[in-house]
């Protein structure tokens, strides 16, 4: 048995190896993008990965191949279990024939989010058992765990781990991995069990109500849950990563561990609750243990004392522990601490140089028109210097927010701006209805080849896939027209005025339009020439060149006497030799490497 | 077994990940409880990157308390400035004096801190401090990407590891071709602090 240093998302890679997992699918999302990732890396040749197009379909498809009898892992960050859950909730009636695990890694904090809900509540919402990880040994053993579960009790199984599990390392013991059949099949027709139709799925209810009698019963005995008695003045309830940073906080106080959080071991709970003077139930978000404890009747403190808000790192939850007579004041830690001096400059993200995005931000910016965004790198369009985006809120929502916007009669042009792995996601449908509804305003596919910010995974528009060298290719322009847009133009994202002649040309369109700007993410294409250089001597300071945000234009130290402003200096050490500046520069003071600066030298 | 936490403090691009990977992996194989943490935001480059790496018989949480940081390894002097207020006092401060200036300076919004800023405030969180020109250094050894390694190697020189160890670990994360360079570099940062040049 070796010991290795895994994240917990390496873990519960590990895990699915060990399970004898042959099928894991899911979406790109921060923090869980790397699972997919170290199952096809390390793997791959007995382990099927893949990125669907969206959470719901990788839910079918993990559905489809654990009625097959393949062992299979799905992969969400928090925000695509609301796609996802459409397709969990009916494999909640039917079960499964092989173990089907669904892994959700939430992100307390928002560090790569735009909200911070607990999906601990869909286990409940589905009725089906959540296991929490509290490190990378756990996350590796709850998934061989969760896959016995699931077949032991003939349901989808929950595992939901927190940014700070899924992202931290600590030691795991690796084991063998488990033997599963080769072949599978036929098919099991059992249509009583796995068509939800009325008739049939009303007959499956039941089912699962007894199911989680079963598994509340399964929970008093299974090591998951465990209590480490100490001091019995405070017992501390609590789960995954957040036990790790109460058990170094109250190292005195009795502790009753959950990894197991739903259905609940009420008479361990119990036990516990009478074996102690006072309970205090610490979790990270929502009051989901706390609310179940109080309503067995136990005088559990929670939330009173540890808010619902981001994360409770240890130095929150002592001095939170402090100020609630939990702990003496000295453990709060009193003695002075080194000041971070204030107004240090920040390290805001911006679009890296290089980025295709830049291009139509720029316009957006300038042409002040209502933005509907998306979620991806171009977010960052929502930042100064283009503060050109209006809304955002989840994945696709750019495109129905537009439409919404037309039919509400806004006087306002408008446009959505949305990616190109957003698109497959979930564009297509909305885009489809603002034909099918007669809707006006440009949708603005911006199509860098990639879904850039999760890590650079593949979708449809990729010639390539997560198992395949090669994977057919599926070209936007295409899709687009196939669904009836009728102004349809695709640009060169490089070529700056290309994409606002585009942008003029589907604008003055009386209906739906699209436009493509088409041009391969910075991070994954070479430098296409050696940094430019300005002509100091012609440059004039006018500012034209900043609004592109680029992180390779500085403010030099020359300045134009006349008005004091600071020239322009493009540092070579970023520069990709995009040419956006060069093509933007109003006096051709910018030019390419070993090139004349033909207008500066006339 | 003496209980030892880290803070590895850097910029997006600069090899800070992976310096702490090292430095868990090290760890563990001179026989400690390993446990690391890192805040991975949007996948793009420049932003700030905070790792914590904390060694011990046996460790719980993988996130260091304030206060609490014994050697805090810096790739850049602003990063440094953030990461002073989880430092102990008595405490060791190892920095690359090399800035990655962010875009808020570069587009004259604010000012990068002055040298001396830098200098008092860093003196005045920790007790040993090194300033590192491992950037310069990699440049004269022949590769301006190996000031990670070189800073690697000055912070293996405070910690009592076996320097095999700490080869063997940073020279098989790095490519067949660059190994004799990256020893040399592991090397060159060992003899800055071996050479005594903490302030």
Request: net charge negative.
């Amino acid at each position: 048995m070796t010991r290795a240093l895994l994240s917990g998302n390496e873990a519960i890679a590990r895990g699915a190896y060990e399970a004898g997992v042959q099928v894991a699918t899911g979406y790109p999302g921060t923090p869980s993008s790397e699972i997919l990732e170290t199952i096809a890396a390390r793997y791959g040749d007995c382990i099927y990965a893949e990125w669907s197009t969206n959470e719901k379909i990788a839910m079918d498809v993990a559905a489809g191949a654990a009625y097959s009898g393949r062992r299979t892992l799905v992969t969400t960050k928090q925000v695509g279990m609301n796609v996802l859950s459409d397709a969990l909730l009916y494999t909640v009636y039917t079960g499964v024939e092989a173990g089907l695990v669904v892994v959700t890694a939430d992100d307390p904090g928002m560090f790569s989010s735009q909200n911070e809900q607990d999906n601990r509540w869909y286990a409940r919402l589905a009725k089906i058992p959540l296991l929490e990880p509290a490190d990378s040994q756990e996350a590796k053993d709850f998934v061989v765990e969760a896959i016995g579960l699931s077949e032991r009790f003939d349901t989808p199984v929950l595992i939901r781990t927190t940014m700070r599990t899924s992202h931290s390392k600590s030691i795991v013991v690796e084991g063998p991995r488990q033997d599963v059949p080769d072949q599978v099949g036929p098919f099991p027709r059992r249509q009583e069990k796995y068509v939800c139709t009325a008739m049939w799925a009303k007959k499956r209810h039941p089912v699962v109500e007894q199911r989680l009698v079963d598994l509340a019963k399964h929970a008093e005995e299974i090591p998951l849950n465990r209590v480490e008695w100490r001091d019995r003045s405070i017992g501390i309830i609590t789960s995954g990563i957040t036990y790790a940073y109460a058990r170094e906080v109250f190292p005195e106080a009795s502790f009753l561990k959950l990894g197991m959080t739903f259905p609940l071991p009420r008479k361990t709970i119990r036990a516990f609750a009478d074996g102690v003077d006072r309970v205090v139930v610490i979790e990270e978000l929502d009051p989901f243990l706390e609310e179940q404890i109080r309503a067995m009747g136990i005088a559990a403190a929670g939330k009173e004392i540890f808010p619902s808000c981001d994360e409770l790192l240890p130095d929150t939850l002592a001095e939170l522990a402090v100020g609630a007579g939990l702990l003496p004041f000295k453990a709060g830690g009193s003695h002075s601490r080194p000041e971070i001096p204030a107004g240090l400059p920040p390290r805001t993200p911006v679009l890296c140089a290089g980025c295709p995005h830049r291009s139509s931000y720029y316009w957006l910016s300038q042409m002040k028109m209502p933005v509907a965004g998306d979620i991806g790198c171009y977010n960052l369009g929502c930042l100064p210097p283009f503060s050109a985006q209006h809304t955002m809120g989840c994945m696709g929502a750019s495109i129905g927010v537009l439409h919404g916007m037309s039919i509400a009669g806004m006087p306002e042009r408008a446009v959505a701006t949305i990616g190109d792995s957003t698109f497959f996601h979930s564009g297509m449908p909305a885009l489809v209805n603002m034909v099918h509804n007669r809707s006006r305003g440009v949708v603005l596919i911006m199509d860098n080849g990639t879904t850039a910010m999760t890590g650079h995974q593949d979708h449809p528009g990729t010639a390539w896939s997560l198992h395949e060298r090669e994977a057919p290719h599926v070209e936007i322009e295409e899709v687009v027209r196939a669904l009836g847009v009728e102004k349809v133009r695709r640009v060169d994202a490089f070529d700056v005025h290309q994409v606002k002649e585009g942008l003029d040309d589907c604008l003055a369109f009386d209906g739906p339009s699209v436009l493509i700007t088409k041009g391969l993410c910075a991070q994954l294409s070479k430098p296409k020439s050696a940094a430019y250089e300005v002509n100091v001597a012609a440059c004039i300071a006018c500012g034209t060149c900043f609004k592109l945000g680029c992180p390779a234009i500085v403010k030099s130290d020359a300045v134009v006497e006349s008005t004091k402003r600071a020239k322009v200096v493009i540092d070579p050490a970023q520069c990709v030799g995009c040419d956006m500046c060069r093509q933007v520069c109003p006096v051709g003071a910018i030019r390419a490497p070993g090139a004349g600066s033909e207008e500066a030298d006339e | 077994m003496k209980n030892l936490d880290f803070l590895v403090a850097g910029v997006g691009g600069q090899g800070t990940l992976l310096a702490s990977d090292i430095l868990a992996e090290v760890g563990m194989r001179s026989g400690y409880d390993v446990k690391k943490s890192d805040v991975l935001g949007l996948a793009i480059r420049g932003g700030s990157v905070l790792s914590h790496v904390r060694w011990g018989e046996h460790v719980d949480s993988p996130v260091v308390r304030k206060g609490r940081v014994d050697v805090m390894l810096a790739f850049e002097p602003l990063e440094a400035m953030r990461g002073v207020g989880l430092m102990r006092p008595g405490s060791t401060i190892v920095c690359n004096t090399q800035p990655v200036v962010p875009i808020s300076v570069s587009s004259g919004e604010v000012s990068y801190p002055s040298r001396s800023q830098i200098e008092s405030t860093l003196a005045a969180a920790a007790e040993t401090v090194y300033h590192l020109d491992a950037t310069s250094e990699a440049v004269r050894i022949g590769n301006a990407k190996v000031a990670n390694v070189i800073m690697l190697g000055a912070f293996s020189a405070l910690l009592n590891g076996e320097q095999a160890i700490w080869e063997d670990v940073v020279l098989a994360r790095v490519p067949n071709a660059s190994v004799d360079l990256n020893r040399s570099a592991f090397r060159t940062g060992r003899s800055l602090i071996n050479g005594g040049e903490g302030t």
